[in-house]
């Protein structure tokens, strides 16, 4: 089988964490999630970067890689920070995180090691098509 880059078939997928499967689907197919963190600096720059207007596949998988939903997006929006300089109001429409102290314990977890508040986030903003 034949791989392809995240540059010739960019997505955005998500995985059950802080929420479980079932609400996580039901905000994606209510379009409530409309933004999510991701770790590094997200732009075009970078391998899995992404640029606003770009049309992606967002895709939700389970803990088995199992693909429950997949759906066509638009990036609107990559706000990149320092992860401690991220406010509430950067936050509001990443459904669960409220907090960046919140992000940085799902990031440490998911990478299998701590992330520190200094480390450059990217919030990228879409909307469903």
Known sequence: MIMKSHMQSPELWFRPGKIPLP?????IESRLLTATPRLGARNGAHPKGYKPGQEV???VLDEDDVEHLRQNIRIDEILIRRLSELTPNDLRNTLPFH??????ASFSQFEG????GHEDVSIITFSYL
């Open 57 to 59: 596949l967002l895709r």
């Open 99 to 104: 907090t960046w102290e919140e992000i940085q």
């Open 113 to 116: 090691r701590p992330v520190h």
């Open 23 to 27: 609400v996580l689907l039901s905000f």
